[in-house]
């Protein structure tokens, strides 16, 4: 069977996820949009056969033909949406953060541990990355020891007029506190944020950019420079550093041009560019998994992990202390 998705959020993620479902990947079509903004939900749905167009995400969820959900509306919108999927026993693949704090997230692993099923996929698309996945390995193989660091760059061209300072946390930082506790199979322990002099181009009030500090259950010790106006494009980098060696990850790719006195490489302007591929194949997975009934990829208490983080990040950047990071006990659904 095609499997008919709704999505949730027809802003920029939801829209490029849209197009994904309807003209990329495979065994799934685009049954609803929903978006409180009518004429966006409309123009994305536009041409898409069979698409109904809602404001409401629960009516979208009810439309025919409708066998899974896919959210992709802003942070604070993804917990009454995942509680209303869930309690249609639909499978979800929920863009990060699942939710921007851990007592929502806590919500949400309740309902799906009531159901006594895992239903929801969180959309982490770095683990889908094909260089993350190779890194992965390297750490999970031994090849390159015991990892000791970590070393992250996660810059953006420009953030958003939304954007907040807690944001450089909840909503960029939590890709890599996922990433760490993936890559390193570890817990992270506690979280530092140290503040340079905001840059004078970041948006006035914006704390941007920030040096934030993850220790682990292994010892390891983890660098992320957060950089939401850097100006010059999207880079996502990361250097693993064990016993026996480093990788890193998240150079410069594509071809390199030699024009006008000068060589260089074109660098992608936005993570839509640059994990373009993560995504394609995150969604196909996330397809072929719920086809055969199976749910892989980042859980629900994935998703709650990095919201504690979070939290913690978010305590560090007010205080500047070292804030330890507490979790619940993980339930049996989870192990
Ligand atoms: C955005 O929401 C994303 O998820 C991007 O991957 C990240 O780079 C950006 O900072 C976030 O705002």
Not at 28 to 39: E, G, I, P, Q, Y
Not at 91 to 113: G, H, S
Request: net charge negative; charged share 20%.
């Amino acid at each position: 069977m095609t499997l008919g998705v709704a999505v949730i959020g027809t802003g920029r993620m939801g829209a490029d996820h849209v197009r994904r479902i309807d003209s990329v990947i495979g065994g799934a079509r685009v049954a609803a949009v929903a978006d409180l903004d009518a004429d966006r939900a409309n123009a994305v749905a536009a041409g898409i056969e069979g698409c109904s167009v809602h404001t409401d995400p629960a009516a979208a969820m009810a439309a025919p033909g409708v066998d899974a959900v896919l959210i992709a509306s802003s942070g604070p919108a993804h917990e009454p949406a995942l509680l209303e999927a869930l309690a249609h026993r639909l499978p979800v693949l929920c863009e990060k953060p699942l939710t921007p704090d851990p007592a929502a997230a806590l919500r949400v692993l309740e309902a799906e541990r009531r159901l006594g099923r895992r239903l929801v996929q969180v959309g982490f698309m770095r683990r889908h990355d094909r260089e993350y996945q190779q890194l992965q390995l390297l750490l999970e193989n031994g090849t390159l020891g015991h990892p000791l660091l970590l070393h992250c760059r996660h810059r953006n061209a420009s953030s958003p007029s939304f954007f907040t300072t807690e944001m450089l946390i909840r909503d960029s930082v939590v890709h890599e506190a996922d990433a760490t506790r993936w890559l390193l199979g570890q817990e992270i322990t506690s979280v530092q944020v140290l503040r340079p002099r905001p840059s004078s181009l970041a948006p006035q009030g914006l704390g941007d950019p920030q040096l934030v500090l993850f220790e682990t259950s292994g010892g390891a010790v983890v660098d992320v420079e957060i950089f939401v106006n850097c100006g010059f494009g999207y880079e996502v980098r990361c250097e693993a550093v064990g016993e026996r060696g480093t990788a890193s990850i998240g150079g410069a790719d594509g071809p390199v041009t030699r024009s006008a006195g000068r060589a260089g490489r074109a660098i992608p302007q936005d993570f839509t560019v640059r994990f373009a591929d993560a995504y394609d194949r995150e969604v196909q997975a996330w397809v072929d998994a719920t086809r055969q009934g199976r749910v892989t990829g980042a859980s629900a208490w994935d998703g709650y992990a990095a919201a504690e983080v979070c939290e913690a990040g978010v305590r560090a950047q007010r205080s500047g202390e070292r804030i330890p990071v507490q979790l619940a006990d993980r339930p049996a659904l989870y192990a």
